[in-house]
């Protein structure tokens, strides 16, 4: 199972939005609902900002927002504040028994 | 609040053993499953292995099985990875997660411990 493309990088300036692309296959991003991403900054445990492709787990800003169109999953951080420079990753469940779950290549996001 | 605290990385030998542990606490531990996800160095995530709520079940990347062995005992609320034949690209941090569903599996994790390093060096 290859790992889902993401851009190796994104930036926006404080206040603006800046989006995330996720692209998988019609076999597990376009298939499922189970997207997820992850917040990950340097030296961090990931934290868990949108499940099931569009839902934000209790205490996630309502500044990041998620969606998908056909086999790419969207992640937008609107407003972007100086503590959401961070590297993001998007995950699909795959439904295949031996590699349920592929995450993807992961986005670094710079607030200039 | 949810815990998970890894325990047990250090520096191993190619081909020699190590036991990572995952004390878990805050919620109840005998009802969810629990993932272990790795990152090397500078890369991404890696999904490695499941254990289901129960025990009774377990699935593990095509790159750790036959190899990697993962446990829990609900009693002491601790998730175990053996891993043995170790490797050099093994050496990662490594994470341990929960998974959101009660006695189901989503394959996704609202909840990650702080990671644990191995590194596999001669």
């Known amino acids: 199972q290859s790992a889902l493309t993401q851009p190796p990088s994104a930036s926006g300036s404080p206040g603006q939005s800046v989006t995330i692309s996720c692209t998988g296959t019609s076999s597990d991003v376009g298939f499922y609902k189970y997207v997820s991403w992850y917040q990950q900054h340097p030296g961090k445990a990931p934290k868990l900002i949108i499940s099931?492709?569009?839902k934000r787990p209790s205490g996630v800003p309502d500044r990041f927002s998620g969606s998908k169109s056909g086999n790419t999953a969207s992640l937008t951080v609107s407003g972007l504040q100086a503590e959401d420079e961070a590297e993001y990753y998007c995950?699909?469940?795959?439904?295949?028994?031996?590699?349920?779950?592929?995450f993807g290549t992961g986005t670094w996001v710079t607030v200039l | 609040q949810v815990h998970l605290v890894e325990s047990g990385g250090g520096v191993v030998q190619p081909g020699g053993s190590l036991r990572l542990s995952c004390e878990a606490s805050g919620f109840s531990v005998s009802s969810y499953g629990i993932h272990w996800v790795r990152q090397a160095p500078g890369k991404g995530l890696e999904w490695v292995a499941l254990i289901s709520y129960d025990g009774s079940n377990q699935n593990y990347a095509d790159s750790v099985r036959g190899r990697f062995t993962v446990s829990r005992d609900n009693s002491k609320k601790t998730l175990y990875l053996q891993m043995n034949s170790v490797r050099r690209e093994d050496t990662a941090v490594y994470f341990c997660?929960?998974?959101?569903?009660?006695?189901?599996?989503?394959?996704?994790?609202?909840?990650w411990g702080q990671g644990t390093l191995v590194t596999v060096s001669s």
């Open positions: 099931e492709v569009n």
């Open positions: 997660a929960k998974d959101v569903g009660y006695n189901y599996n989503y394959y996704y994790f609202d909840y």
């Open positions: 995950s699909s469940y795959t439904g295949v028994h031996n590699s349920p779950v592929v």
